[in-house]
Nanobody, 113 residues
Framework: QVQLQESGPGLVKPSQTLSLTCTVSGGSITTNGYYWSWIRQAPGKGLEWMGRIGYEGISVYSPSLKSRISISRDTSKNQFSLQLTAMTPEDTAVYYC?????WGQGTQVTVSS
């Protein structure tokens, strides 16, 4: 069973860049057919798919975030990462990494000065 764990800062200031990492265990991020996603949920709102990186290393992003988001991977560490630039309070949310039906526990990110 694949397990995912998010890590990163819980507090980010406006205009800064958020960097989160998802550490994967129980499976390789290069396994054929697997896609590794970032999803968030803002207070009182539904789940928002942000983007993904595939087993082949190709990233795909939500059009609404495309100018601000980057998803990369470190195969030597079996990790994939999210960077989101120009953070605003509207980016306050619980951020999840996900692969198939496997989810991380989520990490709260608050944007505040």
């Amino acid at each position: 069973q694949v397990q995912l764990q998010e890590s990163g800062p819980g507090l980010v200031k406006p205009s800064q860049t958020l960097s989160l990492t998802c550490t994967v265990s129980g499976g390789s991020i290069t396994t054929n057919g697997y896609y590794w996603s970032w999803i968030r949920q803002a207070p009182g709102k539904g789940l928002e798919w942000m983007g993904r990186i595939g087993y082949e290393g190709i990233s795909v992003y939500s059009p609404s975030l495309k100018s601000r988001i980057s998803i990369s991977r470190d195969t030597s560490k079996n990790q994939f990462s999210l960077q989101l630039t120009a953070m605003t309070p509207e980016d306050t949310a619980v951020y999840y990494c996900k692969a198939g039906s496997n989810w991380g526990q989520g990490t709260q990110v608050t944007v505040s000065s």
